[in-house]
């Protein structure tokens, strides 16, 4: 594993929740909901968000009556999400990369594009193994990542917003492998800019049927948004994959 990888750093910074303060909880209320109409999971099921963030996902599906478990490696991130724990909400920081509990869930979910981070392709493989070791035989999971073809075709190069004082520059770009951001953070309180750079791979669907299989995943039902609209090699936002374990 790299000794300091650009998202550990990143993802544990306050300019990172800052950035990103505004995502669309609304958003991402009504994908649960469509994505709970869509598996019928059995009353108290037990699932594990990992690379929870804050928890914003694992928090609705507590409330909707499961018994939920969420791991992140932000120490930041965790804090935040374990002042909403109860008995059926539970966080840990955990990198997804090492095992975690084991034949224990019955869902797992890798939301948002919170994969594809990882310098080589052995800890990409720990990663998914770790997730389908701590499913149980009958246990299923859902990754949302991005289209990396749709991506392509739409990356949008350059932007520059402020929030509360805080400057931000951003310039995307692309090579063969991966999607690049490239953030400069630029502040009154901040001797000089601040500088990271976010890295995720271009999986396709073909690059997840083969990871997946390797650690005994086989993927049932491919979407393209968060309607569980058909997947669309060319024009899906997204790469929504319901997997289960053979």
Not at 53 to 79: M, P, W, Y
Not at 174 to 179: G, I, L, P, Q, S
Not at 230 to 240: D, E, G, H
Request: aromatic share 14%; net charge negative.
């Amino acid at each position: 594993m790299e000794e300091n990888p650009w998202f550990k750093d990143w993802f544990n910074s306050p300019y990172y929740h800052l950035l990103y303060a505004n995502r669309d909880n609304k958003e991402a209320a009504e994908f649960i909901d469509k994505l709970i109409d869509h598996l019928k999971p059995a009353p108290g099921a037990t699932m594990l968000d990992v690379a929870c963030g804050k928890g914003r996902h694992s928090i609705h599906l507590a409330e909707k009556g499961f018994d939920v478990t969420g791991i992140d490696l932000s120490e930041e991130s965790i804090a935040e999400a374990l002042t909403h724990q109860t008995d059926k909400l539970h966080f840990y920081i955990h990198d997804m990369r090492l095992p975690f509990w084991i034949n224990y869930f019955d869902f797992a979910f890798n939301f948002f594009t919170s994969f594809g981070y990882f310098k080589t392709q052995r800890e990409n493989d720990n990663a998914i193994r770790t997730i389908a070791q701590s499913i149980n035989s009958n246990g299923r999971f859902v990754m949302d990542y991005l289209n990396t073809h749709c991506a392509e075709a739409n990356a949008m190069r350059n932007m520059e917003k402020d929030i509360n004082g805080v400057h931000y520059a951003i310039t995307k770009w692309t090579d063969a492998k991966h999607f690049y951001k490239k953030i400069i953070i630029t502040h009154s309180t901040l001797k000089e800019p601040l500088e990271y750079i976010e890295r995720v791979e271009k999986f396709t669907l073909a690059d997840f049927t083969t990871m997946f299989e390797k650690q005994g995943l086989k993927i049932q039902e491919v979407y393209g948004d968060y309607d569980f609209s058909p997947y669309n090699v060319n024009a899906s936002q997204r790469l929504i994959m319901i997997a289960s374990k053979h």
